[in-house]
């Protein structure tokens, strides 16, 4: 248990539907991210929120909406996915400075778009 | 060039073997290195950090070089369940944490 929460644990929907991943941590931090890992492929950077606020995109496309409400929620909606969408979706947060801590992750939701 | 690169793998040793991995940065402005060790279909997890002086946690060993910008990572006495993919990871800065693509390690016995 590494005090990230991450629902739902699998997922999977069509193209057109519209879904949502939700994240929660309980460790009071300040940071939080959205990682991308497709099958066989390092982890990619999605998102970074510092207190709430969008501090990096990494070129996600539009399809890809991430909302963080407060320092302990992020959530990314998910709209006309495509099939190489598939992919485990990483949540992770990290305490502090942001620029030294390690990161904390969830046990991630896998997402299989059909 | 990558920011972070770590040996291509995979490596497939026998139970008590020593095994090193590399990884090299590119930034040379980076704050904070990690390895993290990720099981098949399982979330990353910290292993240990990396600090200057280097850093030693029973059968592992971190080494930093600064001036040469890489990091290594010393499996000493393996086990099979060491068997996983190691990740080397580099804060840089904005809270941005570079990892590289892994490298897997498989213990046989």
């Known amino acids: 248990e590494t005090g990230v929460t991450q629902t739902p644990r699998h997922l999977v929907m069509g193209m057109t539907n519209k879904k949502s991943l939700k994240c929660e941590q309980h460790l009071g931090h300040n940071a939080m991210y959205w990682y991308k890992q497709s099958a066989k492929k390092p982890l990619e950077l999605m998102f970074v929120?510092?207190?709430?606020?969008?501090?990096e995109n990494n070129s996600v496309p539009s399809r890809f909406s991430p909302e963080c409400p407060n320092s302990s929620h992020l959530f990314l909606h998910l709209h006309t996915l495509q099939p190489e969408d598939s992919a485990l979706y990483l949540c992770a947060s990290r305490p502090g400075n942001p620029n030294t801590g390690e990161l904390f992750f969830g046990e991630g939701s896998r997402l299989t778009v059909l | 060039r990558k920011e972070v690169e770590q040996d291509p793998g995979p490596f497939n040793v026998p139970e008590g073997a020593t095994v090193a991995f590399n990884c090299t940065y590119s930034n040379s402005a980076s704050q904070s290195f990690f390895w993290y060790r990720q099981d098949c279909r399982k979330e990353p997890k910290l292993l240990m950090s990396v600090y200057s002086s280097g850093n030693e946690d029973g059968r592992f060993t971190a080494q930093l070089n600064r001036a040469s910008q890489y990091i290594s990572l010393l499996i000493r006495d393996s086990k099979l369940s060491d068997s996983a993919t190691y990740l080397c990871?580099?804060?840089?800065?904005?809270?941005?944490?570079?990892f590289g693509d892994g490298t897997t390690l498989t213990v046989k016995p």
């Open positions: 990871v580099v804060n840089t800065n904005a809270g941005k944490s570079t």
């Open positions: 929120y510092n207190f709430k606020e969008q501090t």
